[in-house]
């Protein structure tokens, strides 16, 4: 049987253009969604969505803190199956806010198409539904209290190490259990589910902590929010609103350099999570190693320049390492017990690097 006659009975031209949407708004997730095989390629692809367009919301600095929030909570409302308002209110609420046609990017395309993402998730089989609604749902909860939190402050300013983590997990560690709630759906031991449960969340803090990490330039800069903690930053005597000064530099690395270690706690974790999940469904170990491994590789580089992190160069890791990690976990099978050498290789030098050493 094919991969498209084991997609999802929805509509095809809305199936399509899920698929295609994806590949826009987020190079990382895209891997994700190629590499999984149907039907958990497309389940995963319309989970996405779902949590890509609160993000969207919640990141867009140009709309008032009070209106994110009542575009948010319609969002929410749109999501409850008890709720009579439907993704109608939502689109009506942030219509005001959606760029013209000429300036709409990918992730603005796909806030102005949610109906289109809800209709297709509302097609998907019952049980993906109760499995992916309650952590959507919870992200944007969880989106609507930070934006109301700092609603005084135009953005967000992270206060504590505690504070992070709690971002941290309504952000993706919510992601991280939609992901166990669609691979646990059918018959699994009660301690590997326990397993899964249990390092799911810490598997999305080491991808979002990774990500605040290697960003700090571009979150201020674009969107005004600053998540490294005010207590790390006071302890090396800089105020939130002075992470790019030039003369800040160093103090600022420091704590880049502390954010990366903290995020480094949950490799093993993640690893455990690697290790346990089932594959079936569709599902398949390169679809979460490849973000597992490349988060390794951004963290060997951020710990080695985390100064990078704070202007506007960034830290990545290169197109070439991307395409030899693919390449190892997508040219031939892979056993889980590999991906400990895997991981050792990575954090000590550009994998591209390795294989051609190798070679």
Known sequence: MSQQDDRPHVDRSDLEWCHESVQGVSRTFALTVDVLDEPMSSYICIGYLLCRVADTVED????????QADILRAYDAALDPDDEAGVEAFTDA?????PPDEEMNEDWRVVAEAPRVVRTFEALPADVRDAVRPPVRELVQGMVMFVERYADEGGLRIKSAEELEEYCYYAAGTVGNLITNLVTRHDLT???RSRLYDTA??????????NISKDVHDDYTAENNVYLPEEWLAEEGVSQEEILAEENESAVSSVVRRTAEHAASFLDDAQTYLETVPLRNGNTLAAWAIPFLLSVGTL???LANPEDAVSAKGV?????????VVAAMTGGPV???ALADLRTEIFSRPYHRTASTAD
């Open 60 to 67: 867009a600095s140009d709309v008032p803190p009070d209106a």
């Open 94 to 98: 942030v219509e005001p806010y959606l």
């Open 190 to 192: 009660a301690e590997r």
């Open 201 to 210: 969340e810490e598997f999305g803090l080491l991808l979002q902590l990774v």
């Open 300 to 302: 060997r580089e951020l």
């Open 316 to 324: 990545k890791v290169s197109r070439k390492e991307v395409f030899a």
């Open 335 to 337: 056993e889980r017990d």
